[in-house]
């Protein structure tokens, strides 16, 4: 496979194809082959047998860098990075792969260096003390319930704990991964499953927040993928799985958000599609957001169709014939019937036969990230309205919402959505907002739902549904939304208050009692 061919092309670079060691300065009786072993290992991510060779290979040769290289990547991959570095230290850096792997072991460290940790039963979690810790209390109960629910399904269960880390905001992410901050940006990226551990930024760090916990469960597919398949699964059957069982861990049957329908809807009928080999070496390298929408709608629709053709034990039979050696392709074709062109092609026709919704003006919102975590911007809120026309006028209602005139402010944003070329949720929600506060409920709800339609994950809408359910007496409804809406940001203290004063009406005392402890840790 090509994987193994790289690595043989990084021994021959860095062992120089010599029977001896290649960074100390004595030889040593070790062969290539036998460190190789130890590489495809921990490509594989079978780190405790990569463990147990090199504590073998120590044994025998103590002092070859060739496996002291080798120890330190084992370290790294097993979460140790202090250890990977102080293996690191006795190696000389001549070779361009050991100063690459000493620079991103170096990075990781020193992001690490405040981090604590807790564990669960299957997961250990690092993060930096402080309000992050909120964040522990739900990522348990997501990644257990996916252990149980995606480990049916993919019949894999790690052995081992599995490594999460929550980083506090994007710029260690990009130190530590192979995304840079502009690719952050651009795709919107927010986690990777990458080194054998799950790496995610800390939803306090952005605007709004983000699905943040189907997020996690979406990283923990690809981990599942990766170990049970030997790590040779193409990214875009990668990225499609982990895209249609995210919301398994909740039991939700949806995996197609409306703008992804949209973005695929329009793709399929202008024949504009991001091709799989594009989608290389990342969907997060992709020019625009609405291209990564595009992508994931691709590839989790042609799950959805093997699945439909074959049934769910495809993919964990699929995986299992990777890991035993076999060549993508020809376990692909085997499983379905079909081989790869002929299954793109009749995924088009299956995709074209369920009439997918379009919305007009339907558009990716930018994944706006805080200057500082507890600092917003709200002058971009403008830039997501639409044309210039349709800012001026938002700018306008904001003016006279300001000074009370709040039936000029409605005029006002009534003739920013007449001038707009988006379904904007942020002006959703100041349309909205204002009937609120002349107590036009009904007006408002109407806004509100709407919105929802479009972008069901979108906080502040959560929030006002949440209000408005709690100005008119409806408890229930009102507790249910802002359940969700502390789901995809638990940062923001208004809902975790409101929680705690439905909990005390409805005498839900043990839910009041938990809510006040997490409330704890943002105050």
Known sequence: MIRRFLLLLLLAGVFGGSPVSAFSESVIEITPRQVFEGYELVEDWRISEADALVKSLLQKFPQS??????????????????????????????????????????????????????????????????ADEILVHYAEEVLERSYHVLGGLLNH????????????????????????????????????????????????????????MDTLSHEYTHYLLTQKSHNNLPLWMHEGIAKYFEGKWRESKEFLSPLMETVLAAGLANDYLIALSAMMP????????????LAYAE??????FMIQEKGETILPNLLDDLASGQEFESALEFRLGMNLPAFQENWKSFMKQKKLKTIPGLKALQTRFKSSR?????????QEVG?????????????????????????????????????????????AGTYLVLQNYERAETYLKKSLEHYPDFHTTLVNVGELYLETGRLADAREYFERAVKINPFNPFVHLRLIRIYSSLNMEEEKKLQE????YID
């Open 299 to 304: 590839v989790a629709t042609m799950i959805d």
């Open 374 to 382: 507890s600092v917003g911007d709200d002058k971009k809120d403008y």
């Open 65 to 130: 860098g060739d496996v002291r290289f080798l120890q330190a990547k084992v370290e790294f991959f097993k979460g140790n990075y202090e250890s990977a570095w102080k293996a690191l230290k006795s190696i000389e850096a001549k070779h361009r792969p050991v100063r690459e792997f000493r620079s991103l072991v170096n990075e990781t460290r020193q992001a690490a260096a405040n981090f604590i940790s807790r564990e669960s039963e299957h997961f250990i979690f690092r993060f930096e003390e402080g």
């Open 387 to 431: 044309k210039q026309r349709a800012q001026d006028l938002t700018f306008l209602g904001d003016i006279l919402k300001s000074r009370n005139a709040f039936k000029a402010a409605i005029i006002e944003y009534e003739k920013a959505f007449e001038e707009g070329d988006s379904e904007s949720p942020i002006l959703y929600n100041k349309l």
């Open 282 to 293: 990342s969907l997060a390298k992709l020019k625009t957001q609405e291209d990564v929408q």
């Open 517 to 520: 402890k997490l409330y704890g």
């Open 157 to 212: 269960y790690p052995r081992e704990k599995v490594l999460v880390e929550i980083y506090p905001n994007r710029e260690p992410l990009s130190r530590v991964s192979p995304l840079t901050r502009q690719d952050i940006i651009t795709s919107g990226t927010v986690a990777l499953c990458k080194y054998n551990r799950i790496m995610i930024i800390s939803p306090a760090s952005l605007m709004r927040g983000y699905p943040w």
